[in-house]
């Protein structure tokens, strides 16, 4: 399962240098997301990097106004393997993990679990589907060494 998956990663910002290691954590995430929902299919992720201000032309293209505000989720229009792309903003990121005291690979790791359940079709549309997306966050987090926040108290 995940096996066929290639994620094709992209930093188009210069506000912030990507530490070392983060490339593979986002690919860890995404086949992590493809695991645990059992998508075995060949599959292709785009990741860009960006900062607020290049994150913020994509806010058109929301699905939801419940969606996490560091990460826009493109579902492909084509079809094929290409599930989509990813638009991570660094600088949100880094102003997330500030305000909850975790670090940025925790904030990268969730951005991009978030972001492949939206790929999927899965997003924070009331308060049950809400629910029920934290709760398979959380399991994802777990298996990826991440501890889920404190707003996931309870759904594990």
């Given at each position: 399962m995940a096996s066929n998956l290639k994620v094709i990663i992209e930093n188009s910002q210069a506000k912030f240098k990507i530490p070392s290691g983060t490339r593979m954590l986002v690919r860890r995430s995404c086949h992590a997301v493809l695991q645990h929902e059992h998508y075995d299919a060949q599959a292709e992720i785009r990741v860009t990097f960006a900062?607020?201000?290049?994150?913020?032309?994509?806010?058109?293209?929301?699905?939801?106004?419940?969606?996490?505000?560091?990460?826009?989720?493109?579902?492909?229009?084509?079809?094929?393997?290409?599930?989509?792309?990813?638009?991570?903003?660094?600088?949100?990121?880094?102003?997330?993990?500030?305000?909850y005291n975790q670090p940025f690979e925790m904030g990268i790791v969730y951005a991009s679990v978030h972001g492949v359940l939206n790929l999927l079709g899965q997003y924070y549309t009331d308060k049950k589907a809400k629910d029920d997306l934290m709760l398979k966050e959380a399991q994802i987090l777990t298996k990826l060494g991440f501890a889920p926040l404190a707003s996931y108290n309870g759904l594990l």
């Open positions: 900062d607020n201000e290049l994150l913020d032309t994509y806010s058109d293209k929301r699905v939801s106004n419940f969606e996490a505000p560091e990460v826009i989720s493109l579902p492909s229009e084509e079809d094929g393997d290409d599930l989509g792309t990813l638009v991570i903003s660094v600088e949100r990121i880094l102003e997330l993990v500030q305000v």
